[in-house]
C-alpha cells in the first residue's frame, strides 16, 4: 500500500541472506530508497533507486537529503502512487462511504464539479470573480454604517438620511452584480435532500482545503520571509526608505493571502450579502431560481446538522445583521424557541482555541489548511434528552473568535478591533473562556485589559455572563501542582486591569471581582501539552484529553446555573450589541432589548393587576355606597375595605409570583419584583384610601340629600294614598274605563299643578354664563358669547404674552424696569425652564379642577352658582401661590380668564350632563310625569277591588324600578369596560399600545390642531381619546355586547329579588311576623346590591297586608315586564346618559389608563410610557420625535430643528439648556460655559438627567410624514422656518402616510 520503500541495511554483499527480499524491492515499480549504515557517501540517484549513506555523517543533512529523495520521488516518479484509504479497503472489511452511500457518492461528485469551476483560475482572484457580493461593495457599505452611527457635521438629519440613500445604491449595485454559476451551482444543490446536502458541504470544504493548501502554504512562506527581512532590516537601522519599500512588499503579500483564503465560509457569506441585498431592494435577484427565504432556511439547517455559520466577517470586521437575525429566524420556526447556553472564547491568535473546542465537542471550527479563525463563528450543539432535565437548556452554542492582538494579515490597526470583539462575544456568552498560551500572564497584559474592559463595560449595561480562564501548554508536573503561585499572579494581573479599564470607563473597581463574580481557585484551568513530543509524528497527550474533559465538566455545570437564553433572546442581543458597538460609546449606545421586552410585558402584566384590583373595588365601593344610601352604613373604615378585598389581592399577589417565577425572562425580571410588589401594594393602599374618602363624603351629602329625597318619596307616597282614595270612591264604575280614565286624568293634572305651587321645578343651567357672571365686574370678557370665542391656552407657541416682569425697588430697581420695559415692548421671551414651570402649573390646576368638579356630586345634589365661585377661588389662590415663588414674572389678566374659561370649557359638558341627571330625579313635575302610568296602573287595581297583598306588591316593584336600572347599568358599564379591556385593539394592552392608536388616528384626520393638543396636552387628550373609543365600541358592538351583559346582568338581579322575597317569607311564616317585618327583611337583604330600604314605603299603607305568598307572586309576575321595560329603553345614546360619570365604562377606563407618568422628554415632547407614576429610573419611549415639534431651533437662527434625540445623542452637536430658548449650537463658540454635548446631555442635570434616550438610527417614519405634511401650519404657529440647517431631508418627502401608519405596528 505504501508510495515510497524506505529500507535501512548494512553495507550489502551478494550472499546476504537479505539480498533475495532486495532484490524483490528493486523489481517493485515503486521507488526505493537504500539508507546504508556502512557508507559515507552522499545520496546517489540510479533508474529510480536512491542510495544515502549514514556513517560519520551529521543527522541534519541525512534528514535533508532523506526528504528530498522523498519529495523527488512522490513528485516525479511515474511509478510512484500516492496512498488512498478506499484503496486499503479492498483488501480488508473497511467500509467506504463512497461506494456503499449513494447520498456521499454523489455528494462528492457535486462537490468535484463545483471545485472544477474553479480550475485555472488564479487563487487570489476567485473571490472577486466568483463572490463579488462580499468585496469592496460590501466592505464600502460596512465603512458607511460605521460613519452612520458615528453621525458629524452640521446638516445632522440631511447627512443621515445621505448615508442612508448612499448604503441603499451599494445595496442595489450588490443586487445587480451578475451571481456567478459557481454559486448558483452552491444554491441548486443546497436545495437538495438533507441527507445530500451534508455530504456535500462535507466534501466541499476537504475538497476546497486540499485546492487552497498548496498556494496558502507558499503565500504564508513569502510572508514569513518578507516579514524576517523586515525584522532584521529594522534592527539593523536601515533607511527608512528600505524598509518601507520591503514593508510595502509585505502588505501587497498579505492582500493576496487574505484574498486566497477561500473555505466554505466565504460561499455562505456571498449568500448572506445576496440575501441582505434582496432584502434591502425588495427585489428578488436576477439569476435566483429559489426563494429567497430558501438561503436563510439552509443556513438553519447547516447550523442544525453541526456546521458553523459565520457571525462576524473578519474580513469586513461587520455583523452582517439582516443575514444573521434572518437565520437564527428560520432556525426558530424550525427548531422552535429554544434555550440555549452561549460559551464564547477570546485569546491569542494560534493558541488553540478552535482545537480545544473542537475537542471538547466534537465540532468543526476551522484549523487546517494554514488558515486561522477569522471574525466569529457560532455552532449549535444538541444537548441529550438524559441531559436536558439536569442542563435545563436545549442546545449550547459555541462562538469562536479570531485570535486578539492579531499583527492582522490586511496591517491594520487591531486595538480597537480588539476591544469591539472581545466586548461583542462576551456580552453574547452567558460564560467566557479566556484561552492564555503559555505559563506567564505577564505577557497577557494588553489581552486582561481588553477582557477586563469588556467584562466591565457588561457589568455598566447590567449584562451578567461568567468566565473562565484556560492556561494552555503548562507542563504535566505545574498542572499536577495546580500552579497557584500562577493563580496569585493572574488575580493581581486581573485586579491591576481592572483598575486600568474602570478609569478608561470612567467608573470605580478596585478589583476583578468587583466587575464579575470570580474565583481564582476553580474559575482558572491549566491544560498539558496537546502533543507528546514535537508534531507532526507526536502522538496527543493523554492529559491534555483529561483536561478537556474536566473543563467541559466545568462548563456543563456553570451551564445547569445559568438557565442560558433564548433563541428569540440570543437575536436580539445580537443586534443590540453590534448596535451599540458601531456608536463610539459602547454603555452609553446600548439598548437592551431583551430588559425593553421584559419590562413591556412587566407593565402589560402590571395594567392586568391593577385593573383586577380597580374592578374589586368599584365592587365593593358599589355595595358600601348602597348600604349609605339605605342607611345601612353611617361611617366607612379602612379595616372593612381590607376584609373585602382580601380575596383579590390574594389572586393579584399569586398572580404576581406565578410571573416572576415562571416567565422565561425571569432572572431579568427579579431586579423589578421588589419595587412592583411595592407599586401594587401603594396602589390598592391609595385606591382604597380615595374609595373610603369618596364614601365618607358620600355620607356627608347623604344628610344634605335627605331633604331632597324626603320631599320625592313625600309626593310619591302622597299620590299612591289620594289615588287610593280615589278608587274607593269609583270602585262601583270598574267597568267603565273611559270614565275611570278622565277621573285619573283630572286627579293628577290637580295633583301635579300642587306639587309645581309647593316646589318650583329645577331648571337648565348655562356654565358660561355663570362664568361671565362671575368674572364680569372685574375682568374685560365682553368679546367671550360663546364657547368657540375661548382662547385654547394649550395651543399658544409660548406663554411669554402671559406674563410680564415684576417691578423692582430702588435705584438699580428702576433701571431693570426700564429695561424690561423695553424687553416686553418688542416681546418678552421666558426660558426653557419657565415654560415647563408653566405648563405643569397649568396641568396641575387642571388635574385639582377636575377633582373639585367630580367632589361636587352635581347628579346627586345638584347645581349652586357657588361650585363655580369655589373653583375660580382656588384657580386664583393658585396664581398667587405661584407668582409669590422664586420666578422674576407674574401673569397678567388674560392669562387668568383665558385660563379659567378653558377650564370649564372642559368641565361644561360634564356638569351640564351630571345636572341634567340631577334634574330628571329630583324635579317633581318631571319626577311624578315618568310616574304616571305606574300610578294608573296601580289605580286601576284598586278599582278592581285587588287585595291589599297584591297592590302592595306592585308597589313594591315600582318602588324597585329605579334602584334596579341603576344597578343593571352600573354592573352592564364594568362588564363593558372589562371587555374593552380585553378586546378593543387601543385598550387592550399598556399605555403604549395606547398611545400608538391615539397617533394613528390623529394621521388619518390629519388635522394640526388636534395634533397640538395631543402634543401640548397629552392627558386630556388622552382622555378625550378613551371616550371616543368607548362611544364608538357602544354604537358598533351594541346589540353584540350591551344588550347581551344587560340581560344577564338583569336575569342576575332577578333572581337575587325573588330568592330575598322567597327568604323574606319563610322568615315571616317561621317568626310570626307581619309585613313590617317582611319588608325589613326584604330591604336588607338587597342592600348590598340596591339602594332601597323601608323609609322609602313611608306613608304609604300597608298594614292590611298578611298574604306573603300572594305577595311573592305578584313580585314575579310584575318584575319581567319592569326589567323588559329597563332592557327595551336601554340604546346607544340613553345608555351613558342613565349612568352616572363615574360609573361610566370610558371614566373607569380613563381612570385605569391615565394614573401614569406624564413627564415629556425636554428635547422633543415625547411623553415617557411607563405606566407607573413616579416610577423608578428613568424616563424613556420606544422612539422620539422631530425636536422643532417644540419649537427647538439652531442657534443664531430662526431655523426650526430636524433633529431627532436618538440621533443627537449620537452626534458632536451641542444644546444649551434652561435658556431663553431650545437652542442647538452648530459651530464651536466662545461662549462655552452654558453648552452641553448632546452625547452627554445628562450632565445638564435637571430633567436631562432623568431621561434615558440610547442613539438609534433606523427609520422613524411617523414623526417625518407629520413634519412634511404640516411643515407650513408648524412654521406659522412658531413663526420659525425649516429653511438652513433645518432643512427638512429630500428622503423626508418620499415617507407617504401608509409608510408612517406601519411604523407605528413596528415600533410599539
Given at each position: 500500500m505504501s508510495s515510497v520503500n524506505v529500507v535501512i541495511l548494512p553495507q550489502l554483499y551478494k550472499n546476504d541472506k537479505n539480498a533475495i527480499k532486495i532484490q524483490e524491492l528493486y523489481k517493485d515499480k515503486k521507488p526505493l530508497i537504500c539508507l546504508l549504515t556502512d557508507d559515507e557517501s552522499a545520496a546517489k540517484q540510479k533508474k529510480g533507486i536512491y542510495k544515502i549513506g549514514l556513517k560519520n555523517r551529521n543527522q541534519s543533512d541525512v534528514s535533508v537529503e532523506l526528504r528530498r529523495a522523498i519529495s523527488s520521488c512522490l513528485s516525479s516518479s511515474e511509478s510512484a502512487s500516492l496512498f488512498r484509504l478506499e484503496d486499503f479497503s479492498k483488501c480488508s472489511d473497511i467500509r467506504v462511504d463512497e461506494e456503499d452511500d449513494e447520498d456521499c457518492r454523489i455528494g462528492k461528485e457535486a462537490a468535484q464539479q463545483m471545485i472544477s469551476l474553479l480550475e485555472n483560475k488564479d487563487l487570489t482572484e476567485i473571490k472577486e470573480s466568483f463572490l463579488p457580493c462580499q468585496g469592496k461593495l460590501w466592505h464600502l457599505w460596512c465603512q458607511k454604517n460605521k460613519e452612520l452611527h458615528q453621525p458629524q457635521g452640521e446638516e445632522l438629519e440631511i447627512d443621515i438620511s445621505t448615508k442612508k440613500t448612499e448604503m441603499m445604491k451599494i445595496r442595489e449595485e450588490q443586487h445587480e452584480s451578475n451571481m456567478s454559476e459557481f454559486i448558483k451551482f452552491f444554491i441548486k444543490q443546497m436545495n437538495s435532500d438533507s441527507a445530500f446536502r451534508m455530504f456535500f458541504l462535507k466534501w466541499l470544504r476537504i475538497l476546497l482545503d486540499q485546492y487552497t493548501s498548496e498556494d496558502l502554504s507558499k503565500l504564508h512562506h513569502k510572508y514569513d520571509e518578507k516579514w524576517s527581512m523586515v525584522l532584521k532590516l529594522k534592527e539593523t537601522n536601515e533607511k527608512p526608505d528600505n524598509v518601507n519599500e520591503v514593508q510595502t512588499e509585505l502588505e501587497k503579500i498579505s492582500e493576496e493571502l487574505q484574498a486566497a483564503t477561500f473555505g466554505l465560509e466565504h460561499i455562505f457569506r456571498e449568500i448572506g450579502q445576496i440575501y441582505e441585498s434582496c432584502s434591502s431592494v425588495k427585489t428578488v435577484k436576477a439569476g435566483l431560481e429559489f426563494d429567497l427565504s430558501s438561503l436563510p432556511s439552509f443556513a438553519a439547517e447547516m447550523m442544525i446538522s453541526g456546521f458553523p455559520l459565520e457571525l462576524m466577517d473578519g474580513d469586513a470586521a461587520h455583523v452582517p445583521l439582516i443575514w444573521v437575525t434572518a437565520v437564527l429566524g428560520e432556525l426558530i420556526h424550525k427548531l422552535e424557541d429554544q434555550r440555549v447556553f452561549?460559551?464564547?472564547?477570546?485569546?491569542?491568535?494560534?493558541?488553540?482555541?478552535?482545537?480545544?473546542?473542537?475537542?471538547?465537542?466534537?465540532?468543526?471550527?476551522?484549523v487546517s489548511a494554514g488558515r486561522c479563525t477569522r471574525g466569529a463563528f457560532m455552532q449549535l450543539v444538541r444537548v441529550s434528552e438524559e441531559m436536558k432535565e439536569q442542563l435545563k437548556i436545549d442546545y449550547i452554542l459555541v462562538v469562536d473568535t479570531e485570535g486578539l492582538r492579531a499583527l492582522e494579515l490586511t496591517g491594520r490597526s487591531t486595538r480597537h478591533h480588539d476591544n469591539e470583539l472581545a466586548t461583542f462575544v462576551v456580552g453574547l456568552g452567558n460564560l467566557t473562556l479566556i484561552n492564555i498560551f503559555g505559563e506567564n500572564p505577564s505577557e497577557m497584559q494588553d489581552i486582561l485589559q481588553i477582557v477586563v474592559q469588556a467584562f466591565l463595560r457588561m457589568k455598566k449595561v447590567r449584562l451578567n455572563p461568567s468566565c473562565m480562564f484556560v492556561h494552555q501548554n503548562v507542563s504535566d508536573v505545574i498542572a499536577g501542582e495546580k500552579n497557584m503561585e500562577g493563580r496569585r499572579r493572574l488575580q493581581e494581573t486581573l485586579d491591576e486591569m481592572a483598575k486600568l479599564a474602570a478609569k478608561d470607563e470612567a467608573c470605580d473597581a478596585e478589583c476583578f471581582s468587583d466587575v464579575i463574580a470570580f474565583d481564582v481557585r476553580t474559575d482558572v484551568k491549566y491544560f498539558a501539552q496537546l502533543w507528546e513530543g514535537s508534531p507532526p509524528m507526536a502522538p496527543p497527550n493523554p492529559n491534555y484529553c483529561e483536561n478537556v474533559q474536566e473543563l467541559k465538566e466545568a462548563i456543563l455545570t456553570q451551564a445547569s446555573k445559568s438557565g442560558g437564553i433564548m433563541l428569540s433572546q440570543l437575536k436580539d442581543r445580537i443586534q443590540d450589541l453590534w448596535e451599540a458597538l458601531l456608536s463610539e460609546q459602547f454603555v452609553f449606545s446600548?439598548?437592551?432589548?431583551?430588559?425593553?421586552?421584559?419590562?413591556?410585558?412587566?407593565?402589560?402584566?402590571?395594567?392586568?393587576?391593577?385593573?383586577?384590583?380597580?374592578?374589586?373595588?368599584?365592587?365593593?365601593?358599589?355595595?358600601?355606597?348602597?348600604?349609605?344610601?339605605?342607611?345601612?352604613?353611617?361611617?366607612?373604615?379602612?379595616?372593612?375595605?381590607?376584609?373585602?378585598?382580601?380575596?383579590?389581592?390574594?389572586?393579584?399577589?399569586?398572580?404576581?409570583?406565578?410571573?416572576?417565577?415562571?416567565?422565561?425572562?425571569?432572572?431579568?425580571?427579579?431586579?423589578?419584583?421588589?419595587?412592583?410588589?411595592?407599586?401594587?401594594?401603594?396602589?390598592?393602599?391609595?385606591?382604597?384610601?380615595?374609595?373610603?374618602?369618596?364614601?365618607?363624603?358620600?355620607?356627608?351629602?347623604?344628610?344634605?340629600?335627605?331633604?331632597?329625597?324626603?320631599?320625592?318619596?313625600?309626593?310619591?307616597?302622597?299620590?299612591?294614598?289620594?289615588?287610593?282614595?280615589?278608587?274607593?270612591?269609583?270602585?262601583?264604575?270598574?267597568?267603565?274605563?273611559?270614565?275611570?280614565?278622565?277621573?285619573?286624568?283630572?286627579?293628577?293634572?290637580?295633583?301635579?299643578?300642587?306639587?309645581?305651587?309647593?316646589?318650583?321645578?329645577?331648571?337648565?343651567?348655562?356654565?358660561?354664563?355663570?362664568?361671565?357672571?362671575?368674572?364680569?365686574?372685574?375682568?374685560?370678557?365682553?368679546?367671550?358669547?360663546?364657547?368657540?370665542?375661548?382662547?385654547?391656552?394649550?395651543?399658544?407657541?409660548?406663554?411669554?404674552?402671559?406674563?410680564?416682569?415684576?417691578?423692582?425697588?430702588?435705584?438699580?430697581?428702576?433701571?431693570?424696569?426700564?429695561?424690561?420695559?423695553?424687553?416686553?415692548?418688542?416681546?418678552?421671551?421666558?426660558?426653557?425652564?419657565?415654560?415647563?414651570?408653566?405648563?405643569?402649573?397649568?396641568?396641575?390646576?387642571?388635574?385639582?379642577?377636575?377633582?373639585?368638579?367630580?367632589?361636587?356630586?352635581?347628579?346627586?345634589?345638584?347645581?349652586?352658582?357657588?361650585?363655580?365661585?369655589?373653583?375660580?377661588?382656588?384657580?386664583?389662590?393658585?396664581?398667587?401661590q405661584y407668582e409669590e415663588g422664586l420666578v422674576k414674572y407674574v401673569f397678567n389678566d388674560k392669562f387668568f380668564v383665558d385660563l379659567v374659561f378653558y377650564l370649564f370649557e372642559y368641565a361644561n359638558k360634564k356638569l351640564t350632563e351630571q345636572h341634567k341627571m340631577f334634574r330628571e330625579a329630583n324635579d317633581p313635575v318631571l319626577y311624578v310625569e315618568k310616574k304616571r302610568e305606574e300610578y294608573y296602573s296601580i289605580f286601576q287595581k284598586y278599582c278592581q277591588g285587588a287585595t291589599s297583598a297584591a297592590i302592595f306588591g306592585e308597589i313594591i316593584c315600582q318602588k324597585l324600578r329605579e334602584p334596579m336600572k341603576q344597578n343593571v347599568y352600573k354592573h352592564t358599564a364594568r362588564d363593558l369596560a372589562d371587555e374593552m379591556r380585553s378586546n378593543c385593539p387601543s385598550l387592550n394592552g399598556n399605555r403604549t399600545n395606547l398611545e400608538k392608536h391615539i397617533l394613528k388616528e390623529l394621521a388619518l384626520e390629519e388635522t394640526f390642531r388636534k395634533y397640538l393638543k395631543y402634543m401640548n396636552d397629552p392627558r386630556n387628550h388622552f382622555k378625550c381619546f378613551i371616550r371616543g373609543e368607548v362611544s364608538q365600541y357602544i354604537s358598533d358592538y351594541f346589540s353584540f355586547s350591551v344588550q347581551p351583559k344587560m340581560k344577564e346582568n338583569i336575569e342576575s338581579l332577578q333572581k337575587k329579588i325573588m330568592a330575598a322575597a322567597h327568604e323574606s317569607t319563610e322568615h315571616v311564616q317561621v317568626n310570626n311576623g307581619d309585613v313590617d317585618l317582611w319588608l325589613t327583611f326584604f330591604t336588607q337583604k338587597l342592600s348590598d346590591d340596591l339602594i332601597f330600604s323601608v323609609k322609602d314605603f313611608s306613608g304609604v299603607s300597608h298594614d292590611d297586608v298578611d298574604d306573603f305568598e300572594l305577595l311573592e307572586d305578584v313580585i314575579r309576575e310584575e318584575l319581567p315586564s319592569i326589567m323588559f321595560d329597563i332592557s327595551s329603553k336601554c340604546n346607544t345614546t340613553t345608555f351613558p346618559v342613565y349612568l352616572d360619570c363615574k360609573d361610566r365604562p370610558d371614566e373607569i377606563l380613563i381612570d385605569h389608563f391615565c394614573q401614569c407618568c406624564w413627564v415629556q422628554c425636554p428635547f422633543c415632547g415625547a411623553i415617557c410610557t411607563n405606566t407607573i407614576e413616579n416610577h423608578d429610573g428613568d424616563h424613556s419611549v420606544p422612539f422620539h420625535r422631530v425636536n422643532g415639534l417644540i419649537d427647538w431651533f439652531y442657534r443664531g437662527t430662526r431655523n426650526l430643528s430636524i433633529d431627532i434625540c436618538t440621533s443627537s445623542v449620537a452626534s458632536d452637536r451641542s444644546f444649551v439648556p434652561n435658556n431663553s430658548y431650545n437652542s442647538y449650537n452648530l459651530y464651536d463658540s466662545d461662549d462655552s460655559d452654558d453648552e452641553v454635548l448632546c452625547r452627554e446631555y445628562r450632565t445638564a442635570g435637571g430633567k436631562y438627567a432623568e431621561w434615558s434616550i440610547t442613539p438609534d438610527f433606523s427609520e422613524l417614519p411617523y414623526w417625518k410624514w407629520f413634519v412634511c405634511r404640516f411643515q407650513k401650519c408648524l412654521e406659522r404657529h412658531y413663526r420659525k422656518t425649516f429653511r438652513g440647517s433645518g432643512r427638512i431631508p429630500y428622503q423626508w418627502r418620499q415617507i407617504t402616510k401608509q409608510d408612517a401608519l406601519e411604523s407605528l405596528d413596528k415600533y410599539f
Open positions: 452561549v460559551m464564547s472564547v477570546l485569546g491569542i491568535q494560534s493558541s488553540g482555541k478552535s482545537t480545544m473546542l473542537n475537542a471538547m465537542f466534537g465540532l468543526q471550527f476551522a446600548f439598548r437592551n432589548s431583551l430588559e425593553i421586552a421584559a419590562y413591556r410585558r412587566l407593565e402589560t402584566e402590571y395594567s392586568k393587576w391593577t385593573w383586577t384590583l380597580r374592578n374589586a373595588v368599584l365592587e365593593i365601593e358599589n355595595k358600601l355606597h348602597n348600604q349609605i344610601e339605605n342607611g345601612a352604613t353611617d361611617e366607612i373604615k379602612e379595616d372593612d375595605f381590607k376584609r373585602e378585598l382580601k380575596g383579590k389581592s390574594e389572586e393579584v399577589k399569586k398572580s404576581m409570583s406565578d410571573f416572576f417565577e415562571n416567565d422565561t425572562d425571569k432572572l431579568i425580571l427579579i431586579q423589578w419584583k421588589e419595587s412592583f410588589e411595592i407599586k401594587v401594594k401603594e396602589l390598592r393602599e391609595g385606591i382604597t384610601r380615595k374609595t373610603k374618602r369618596k364614601l365618607n363624603e358620600i355620607i356627608q351629602q347623604r344628610d344634605l340629600k335627605k331633604r331632597i329625597d324626603a320631599q320625592r318619596t313625600h309626593y310619591e307616597n302622597t299620590l299612591l294614598e289620594k289615588s287610593k282614595e280615589l278608587a274607593l270612591k269609583h270602585k262601583d264604575k270598574t267597568n267603565d274605563e273611559e270614565t275611570l280614565k278622565k277621573e285619573f286624568d283630572l286627579f293628577w293634572g290637580k295633583s301635579v299643578k300642587k306639587i309645581t305651587t309647593d316646589s318650583p321645578p329645577i331648571k337648565d343651567i348655562n356654565i358660561l354664563r355663570d362664568v361671565k357672571k362671575l368674572l364680569s365686574g372685574t375682568y374685560k370678557i365682553a368679546h367671550i358669547n360663546t364657547w368657540k370665542d375661548i382662547t385654547d391656552i394649550f395651543l399658544e407657541p409660548s406663554s411669554a404674552p402671559y406674563v410680564r416682569f415684576k417691578k423692582s425697588s430702588g435705584i438699580t430697581g428702576r433701571l431693570k424696569n426700564a429695561v424690561r420695559a423695553v424687553q416686553e415692548t418688542i416681546g418678552l421671551t421666558l426660558s426653557e425652564e419657565d415654560e415647563t414651570q408653566i405648563t405643569n402649573l397649568i396641568n396641575d390646576i387642571s388635574e385639582q379642577t377636575d377633582k373639585m368638579i367630580m367632589s361636587f356630586n352635581v347628579s346627586k345634589l345638584g347645581y349652586n352658582i357657588s361650585y363655580i365661585q369655589q373653583v375660580i377661588d382656588y384657580i386664583k389662590a393658585r396664581i398667587t
